[in-house]
């Protein structure tokens, strides 16, 4: 099957020299969730402007849905939906008129219901003639999000989608993100909140300096490069930790009630057995173990400061 999105070798270089984009890679399948992590200035949005033909772009090829977005722009176009991170839209506008004129803009024929349901899904029903100007920031927000989907493109682009949203409200957009999917959208997302991609993205990219510097699924990504803590929950305060355990990377709570040991998560040997064996050696005894996982965020600082 055709990806939803095929980069190949797409870099952008600047007037001045400044390459925001060095020989990109990439494919999205159709009704995945691609989660493009990187700090500011690392090159997402450049990458998501070229794409959607906002950008000039200065070499390589795009295609979405197979249609070439040179050759073949308006197809292209079409197939795009796109929240940007900056709030583009009229605010003497209502909802229901935003909505609406995006889905006629590309030449798709009325459809009150359709509209009415995109408003619904959003929180937006009670709002729909309240001019957008009177709106929070939030409302605002989402908004944008019906608007990109007026016309029901095939790809979403969301650049920051829940900047601004409060967390009641970007739970409840994530969800329609989730139902997106199960209705065969791709989606395409960007985010500062790790947490976020961590727990909707299929697969994840992390971009830094213009360059792709890692693209996986993310319970591989997860599994391969993740690091886990056993939290040693002692019976009683210890004052130091003995030499004796010194071959172990290890730590000691401030309290002194707690040791905790970081072991990669792809070893064979984790060492866990060797430590009790050790401690029970000591005499240092223990009333609970337990383990944990590294974050996406972690993984991601490490990623970052690696490259």
């Known amino acids: 099957m055709t990806p939803a999105l095929s980069i190949k070798g797409l870099s952008k270089t600047y007037a001045g020299g400044f390459s925001a984009l060095k020989a990109i890679d990439l494919d999205i399948e ?5 989660a493009l992590l990187g700090p500011n200035g690392a090159g997402k949005t450049t990458l998501i402007s070229a794409v959607c033909g906002i950008l000039k772009k200065s070499g390589g090829t795009v295609t979405v849905c197979g249609h070439d977005i040179a050759a073949d722009y308006r197809a292209a176009r079409k197939a795009i939906g796109l929240v940007p991170q900056e709030l583009t839209i009229e605010h003497f506008e209502t909802p229901w008129d935003t909505v609406s004129f995006s889905r006629g803009l590309f030449d798709k024929p009325p459809d009150p219901a359709f509209i009415e349901d995109i408003l619904k899904r959003f929180s937006l029903w009670d709002k729909k003639d309240t001019q957008i100007r009177r709106l929070s920031g939030g409302m605002k927000r989402r908004v944008m999000i019906a608007k990109a989907l007026a016309h029901e493109p095939q790809v979403l682009f969301l650049d920051e989608p829940t ?24 989606i395409i997302l960007t985010t500062h909140y790790l947490e976020e991609a961590e727990e909707i993205a299929d697969r994840i990219g992390v971009i830094n300096r213009g360059s792709l510097i890692l693209t996986e699924k993310k319970e591989t990504l997860m599994k391969k490069l993740g690091k886990k803590e056993l939290l040693v929950e002692l019976a009683g305060p210890c004052a130091a ?9 290890l730590s000691l709570s401030e309290d002194g009630r707690r040791i905790v040991m970081t072991y990669e998560t792809d070893s064979g040997d984790t060492g866990i057995a060797a430590l009790l064996d050790r401690l029970r050696a000591e005499g240092i005894a223990y009333s609970d173990i337990s383990a944990r996982q590294s974050s996406l965020e972690e993984i991601f600082i490490r990623l970052v400061g690696r490259s």
């Open 241 to 249: 930790l003995p030499s004796a355990l010194s071959a172990f990377d």
């Open 30 to 34: 159709r009704g995945e969730i691609f």
């Open 163 to 186: 900047a601004g949203v409060d967390v009641e409200l970007r739970k409840s957009m994530w969800e329609q993100v989730r139902l997106l999917r199960e209705a065969g959208v791709t």
